[in-house]
């Protein structure tokens, strides 16, 4: 069973503007990981949050992590063509357990 | 390139063949993971070795499907009898742990498209 829920499940948005998409978890969690998708590929590890911090930073990204409600948010500032993808967040559960637990994805679409 | 690497990107089989995927990961990761996405869906963990060792098997992994990763290095997952439901994105990740800490960032390869016909 898929433990991460993404919301929403699409975004459209255009160039320049940011895009925010969150992620709900069911259980207490190890640390937790988004990633990008385009359309029939692999995933691109974009950043991982450990379950101690609040709030990390990579470039244009920006996540959050509230432990005590059990989500975290992704921020995608000053919006390209090229972050036009799915989104992912997953969740390594807390034990000696390393499967990652993903949720169904938000597509974002980011127009010229 | 270093990343992870998958063969074949894609697959057409007939109902009933058996197929076989192969995943080469990064050099030094010891662990390596299976997981299948369907349309629409977020990737399901299947399995993950740890070196040679097959530590754990998703309840998705039927007895159809066998995964081997023979010294330690790339790995190979096998379907038998396939089954039009086998379809999916087979994708492998392979990652190390920080020693001393508790994260372990997975990598990705670009997939195996499977489809059954």
């Known amino acids: 069973s898929q433990q991460g829920e993404e919301d929403p499940q699409a975004l459209s948005i255009q160039e320049g503007e940011n895009a925010t998409m969150n992620c709900s978890y069911k259980?207490?969690?190890?640390?937790l990981q988004w990633y990008r998708q385009n359309s029939g590929r692999g995933l691109v590890h974009l950043i991982l949050?450990?379950?101690?911090?609040r709030e990390k930073h990579s470039g244009r990204l920006r996540v959050t992590l509230d432990t005590s409600k059990k989500s975290s948010s992704l921020l995608i500032t000053a919006s390209r063509a090229a972050d036009t993808a799915s989104y992912f967040c997953a969740t390594d559960l807390r034990s000696n357990d390393y499967k990652l637990s993903f949720g169904a994805g938000t597509t974002v679409t980011v127009r010229a | 390139d270093t990343g992870v690497s998958q063969n074949p990107r894609h697959k057409i089989t007939k109902r009933g063949q058996n197929v076989t995927f192969r995943c080469d990961p990064i050099?030094?990761?010891?662990?390596l993971y299976w997981y299948r996405q369907t349309l629409g869906q977020g990737p399901e963990f299947l399995t993950y070795?740890?070196?040679?060792?097959?530590?754990?098997k998703s309840r998705l992994l039927s007895d159809r499907f066998s995964a081997e990763r023979p010294k330690g290095s790339f790995s190979t997952l096998e379907i038998q009898r396939t089954e039009q439901g086998d379809s999916a994105m087979y994708l492998c990740a392979s990652s190390t742990a920080d020693r001393g800490l508790e994260t372990d960032t997975q990598y990705f390869g670009p997939g195996t498209r499977l489809t059954v016909l």
């Open positions: 050099s030094e990761h010891n662990r």
């Open positions: 949050i450990r379950s101690n911090e």
């Open positions: 070795f740890q070196n040679e060792a097959q530590l754990e």
């Open positions: 259980t207490s969690i190890n640390n």
